[in-house]
């Protein structure tokens, strides 16, 4: 996976880099020779399909609007409610395909469709359920792409976010926090659709695509401690333990008062001792 490790980090490094390329990009840890070339086409299509029904003058608020609309209505995108963890669901090129996704690749294609056409929608990463978000002549709307473009307000997000906290053990919530509403950047999209890939590769146990998915995290979060400590993991299991040990120490520089000091370095103790097997 070492080159698809040095492809994505060429690709985000650039000025031009776009949100669709650098997802694509991402796709190919389960299609290795993924061609992009169809998928962005299809990108095109949809917003050549929706060219005439946004004409210049057009408010940026009923141009979000006939966007989801089209999207999710005429053209039958949704999301993927009964296999919500099927990796295909974060991959751009297997969601225009199947016309099924989560809920932040969905809004992916969202993005990259009103891009397309000159209409800005802005991800924002609401705890637990991306949404996105569009200008108003009465103030920001944010839709959510998972439940067909529909418009969520304040009332909604704070039952939603609530909910979660609760479920997680969480802090109470009498309003919610601005930085939960604030607009994501690319990178940090990136980020957390590879950290959904992630989670879904390591709860079915398939860990050298849940290799691939953190070593492209890492390209993003270089100096993330946490990370460094799943690679490891990851490479452990796999039996690398020449690259498993070479994490953990790192991780040991980046986190040196971690609760898990002690239990890292008998790791690299017992991973000395299977220095034969190192690859």
Not at 44 to 54: M, Q
């Amino acid at each position: 996976m070492s080159n698809l490790r040095e492809r994505f980090a060429t690709l985000v490094a650039q000025r031009t880099c776009t949100l669709e390329r650098a997802a694509l990009e991402i796709a190919r840890i389960g299609h290795p020779a993924l061609d992009p070339r169809p998928s962005l086409r299809a990108l095109d299509a949809l917003a050549d399909g929706l060219r005439r029904r946004v004409p210049p003058g057009t408010s940026p608020d009923e141009a979000a609007c006939i966007l989801v609309r089209y999207l999710f209505e005429e053209c039958g995108f949704r999301g993927n409610r009964q296999e919500y963890y099927d990796p295909r669901n974060s991959f751009l090129n297997d969601v225009l395909e199947r016309r099924t996704g989560i809920p932040i690749s969905l809004s992916v294609v969202a993005i990259e469709v009103g891009r397309r056409l000159g209409v800005r929608l802005e991800g924002v990463g609401f705890p637990g359920h991306f949404l996105v978000r569009a200008a108003g002549s009465r103030g920001a709307a944010l839709l959510d792409c998972f439940q067909g473009g529909t418009q969520v307000d304040e009332d909604d997000l704070l039952s939603r976010l609530r909910t979660l906290s609760e479920s997680s053990g969480g802090p109470e919530f009498s309003q919610v926090p601005a930085q939960f509403l604030e607009a994501t950047p690319m990178p940090a999209i990136l980020a957390r659709m590879l950290r959904n890939l992630l989670r879904t590769y390591q709860e079915r146990r398939e860990n050298a695509f849940a290799l691939a998915a953190v070593d492209l995290l890492l390209v993003l979060t270089p100096r993330s401690p946490e990370d460094l400590r799943t690679r490891a993991r990851l490479y452990e299991a796999l039996e690398c333990y020449g690259s498993a040990a070479d994490d953990l120490r790192r991780y040991l520089t980046l986190a040196p008062k971690a609760d898990d000091v002690e239990e890292v370095r008998n790791t690299l103790r017992r991973l000395s001792d299977d220095a034969p097997t190192l690859h």
